[in-house]
């Protein structure tokens, strides 16, 4: 098919196995299991290294040695503090609504701080603006998420501690009081596990609108846009939910079933890309082990039996648990409130758009895909007569 003369090509539904783009940042190799940040894994990474460092690397290429390492983390720590003149949009975003929406709140929130800083198209700047651009974006992102918690609750915001990183700052901020280290490190290796993963929705967003030339917070915004819906970043607290659901080990197998008699899709099990058991999610459940609890058994019996269920009902399909059934568990360990566990996702997830949107910036071409036209013949003649 041709339109304007120009060949058009047939692409799978959702774009699926579709190469939009070339990337340093890193990729997703489905049926292995695997991915990795730029040419390290990402598990290995939330392994060995802090959020600031892989961040660092996300943005730089490499990893940064004690030196950089340390200037890196004071200059975060300097983009953390919210301008004053957010104070009142925060107040009025946390208030906002019958249901507490913290992404939306931080949607508004950033669109006042992108005019508060002035900051400017990509097209517009250079490739150290653009930087810059992104590390206030980042560095701020859990500071306004954090508010936008307390003041919903009645509580005053608490300022990030310029000596903490970011996976303890988020707790802090949340709770008012110092992290258990063993909670702070599990949420840092949530954090870093989770600040890429390929040309996901949210990530795609982000990388479209840069192509427009448009400025970084506009593309951080509308990848949240996308991140907030339930098939993406959305689910880490449904699939909690789903435990609440079936509350017992002999309800288990009764409730999986019926999910699936009905069509309803089972939170925090199967996922686009990956034909085996996501990294993520068996690297969240050795965290959970290791922080123990009943609820970490119940979960590990519940995987068990929905993927054993899944295969006897569904033969041929692989499913298996992803990365917000595990999460829940760890965040729900932490002490993250259950409305904060998308949140908390983004506070990672920010860096992997902004990282996106550098690279992007690089490229003046913009990202405009066709579509096939399939309603009535056109032109046809306009009647205005009843």
Request: contains cysteine; negative net charge; charged residues 20%.
């Amino acid at each position: 098919m041709t339109t304007n003369g120009t060949e058009l090509v047939d692409v799978p539904a959702g774009l699926r196995n579709v190469v939009a783009a070339d990337t340093r940042l890193g990729d997703v190799r489905g049926t292995e299991g695997f991915y990795h940040y730029r040419q390290y894994s990402a598990i290995d990474l939330a392994t060995a290294c802090g959020f600031e460092q892989v961040w660092f690397l996300m943005f730089e290429g490499r990893l940064p040695d004690d030196h950089e390492l340390a200037d890196f983390g004071e200059r975060i720590a300097r983009l953390r503090a919210l301008p004053r003149e957010l104070e009142p949009v925060l107040a009025a975003a946390a208030a906002a609504g019958s249901e507490f929406r913290p992404i939306a709140g931080l949607r508004t929130a950033l669109s006042m701080l992108a005019a508060v800083r002035d900051l400017r198209p990509l097209w517009d700047t250079d490739a150290p603006t653009h930087r810059a651009d992104a590390l206030l974006i980042c560095a701020v992102t859990p500071t306004i998420l954090a508010a936008l918690y307390r003041l919903r609750h009645g509580l005053e915001p608490i300022a990030p501690q310029a000596d903490l990183p970011t996976a303890a700052n988020w707790l802090y901020m949340l709770t008012g009081e110092l992290p258990d280290p063993a909670a702070a490190r599990a949420v840092e290796r949530y954090l870093i596990a989770t600040i890429d993963h390929g040309f996901n929705a949210s990530t795609f967003t982000a990388r479209t609108v840069a192509s427009t030339g448009a400025d970084i917070a506009s593309a951080v915004i509308a990848a949240l846009g996308a991140f907030s819906g339930p098939l993406h970043g959305g689910a880490p607290d449904r699939a909690l939910d789903s435990l609440d659901e079936i509350g017992a080990p002999d309800r288990i197998d009764e409730w999986v079933r019926a999910k699936i008699e009905r069509g309803e899709r089972i939170m925090g099990f199967g996922h686009a890309v990956y034909r085996t058991d996501d990294p993520r999610s068996l690297m969240l459940r050795e965290i959970a082990t290791a922080l123990g609890g009943d609820l970490v058994g119940f979960a590990t019996l519940v995987e068990r039996r929905v993927v054993e269920i899944l295969a006897e009902l569904k033969p041929g399909r692989r499913l298996y648990a992803n990365v917000e059934f595990y999460a829940g568990v760890v965040m729900e360990l932490c002490g993250i409130p259950r409305s904060m566990f998308t949140p908390t996702f983004a506070v990672s997830r920010v860096v992997g758009w902004s990282a996106n949107v550098l690279e992007q910036a690089a490229d003046p071409r913009i990202i405009r895909p066709a579509a096939r036209y399939i309603g009535p013949p056109a032109p046809q003649p306009i009647s205005t007569r009843g």
